[in-house]
């Protein structure tokens, strides 16, 4: 395995994930840096997907090596004359106003395309990964756990087969000579495309306190956000679903790292007691 000596400091940060982030190495190729302590195992498993990504006909970055960089593995793409949408929506309104049609238009694209039941890639159903997930962690409650389940069956639909990005953001779609495409699809699932919907919408907080940290990772200016909501959810044309959906489910995701070493503790307790709160307390 090849072991590439990169500064990752010097690098432009185009994304960032539960297990890693994506740098931009030059015009024609980037890098997913995954976390110390990803096996090899997992990330084969991510390039396979991206590999069924591109055969399915998702516009998608071609993968090619697996190396070293310094303790971490990381997956080199081909990425010809590419630049993240959100640089290329900041540079003027208009931009930002017709690449917003076009960022819901390509996720409506995603979503219409079903994964089929036979795949050599083992791409899932988000929902049951999501179950999975909480099912084992420690810090949230039995009865906690059991409400989520009941939640989820009863808002998110089982017999779609949409094929589902689950880190849709502007910094995970590129602009690639005049044409959209996805990167960062190692954790493509497939299942009902409210699940993508609410990741996507809980990535772009409307509180100012928020939006800070979230500009870091969207890449998007924040002042942005309001309007590239409304603008997705009259040109996707699909389900956007209610406040009284999107918010539990929210959370959902969130409590799917509630476990994680790089969440602070202070963090997870907060998170235990809004899952209480949310499904317990506020039901009874």
Not at 60 to 79: P, R
């Amino acid at each position: 395995m090849k072991k590439l000596e990169l500064d990752l400091n010097s690098l432009q940060k185009i994304g960032q994930g539960g297990n890693g982030a994506v740098y931009k190495i030059d015009d024609e190729q980037i890098i997913k840096v995954y976390r110390e302590g990803v096996s090899l195992e997992v990330i084969a498993a991510e390039k396979a997907k991206s590999k069924a990504a591109f055969v399915m006909g998702i516009p998608t970055a071609i993968s090619f090596d697996v190396v070293e960089v310094g303790n971490c593995y990381g997956v080199i793409f081909e990425l010809l004359n590419g630049q993240p949408i959100s640089k290329v929506m900041n540079e003027s309104y208009e931009n930002f106003k017709e690449y917003s049609i076009k960022f819901a238009q390509i996720v409506k694209k995603l979503h219409s395309i079903e994964v089929p039941v036979d795949n050599d890639a083992d791409i899932r159903d988000r929902k049951e990964i999501i179950k999975q997930v909480i099912s084992t962690s420690r810090l949230i409650s039995d009865n906690c756990k059991a409400a989520i389940g009941g939640f989820l069956d009863k808002v998110v639909q089982s017999d779609l087969r949409s094929c589902l990005h689950c880190d849709l953001h502007t910094n995970n779609i590129f602009v690639s000579n005049g044409e959209l495409m996805f990167i960062d699809v190692g954790d493509l699932c497939y299942g009902d495309p409210v699940l993508d919907i609410v990741n996507l919408f809980k990535s772009y907080p409307l509180e100012p306190e928020k939006r800070k940290l979230s500009e870091g990772m969207v890449g998007l200016k924040a002042e942005y956000y309001p309007e590239f909501l409304q603008i997705f959810a009259q040109n996707y044309g699909g389900k956007i679903p209610p406040q009284e959906v999107s918010q539990p489910l929210a959370l959902i995701l969130i409590l799917m790292h509630i476990d994680k070493p790089y969440v602070p503790e202070e963090n997870k307790l907060a998170l235990a007691g809004a899952c209480e709160n949310v499904f317990l307390r506020n039901q009874g």
